[in-house]
């Protein structure tokens, strides 16, 4: 029996800003809801649960914006430009909101193109470049929906 594998290799992206975005709000799973969690850099400290990220929930068909919880961010995950490495640096403004209000709608749009290609609710991981462009990491279905 012959067994296949597949490889992927991803080009690492050195995010401004990164984080989780769900095409079902998983708290209260209201289908009409896509909620996205932002911290600055890499998407490593909202994952691990070491900072509290940036809220913002769009409404699935309009894409408008109907909630922002910006919280207070004094670090975040980058990757040091020498060494390629992940170091922890402070923000310059940890009071600031993470994302604009298009990159917002703009993640909102890629995560329900996802959802729609997939067929069924996504979780998904992301990342902003310095120059403003989008990169999707990462697609999972929802697993803890009721």
Known sequence: MK??????VQTM??????GVAFSVNP????????????SFGLGEAVVSGQVT????VVHKDTLKIHQKTVNEQ???FY????TGKTIKKNVPDPKAQ???DKEIITIGK???QVEQHYGCPQDTEWAVDEKGNLFLLQARPITTLG
């Not at 990220?53 to 913002?56: A, F, S, T, V």
């Not at 990757?79 to 020498?82: L, V």
């Open 3 to 8: 067994s296949l594998i597949a490889v992927v």
């Open 13 to 18: 992206v050195d995010a401004r800003a990164a």
């Open 27 to 38: 708290i209260d799973n209201n289908k009409n809801d896509i909620v996205i969690e932002a």
């Open 53 to 56: 990220p940036d809220l913002y």
């Open 74 to 76: 004094e670090w975040g």
């Open 79 to 82: 990757r040091d430009q020498k």
């Open 98 to 100: 993470v994302l604009s």
């Open 110 to 112: 890629l995560v329900k």
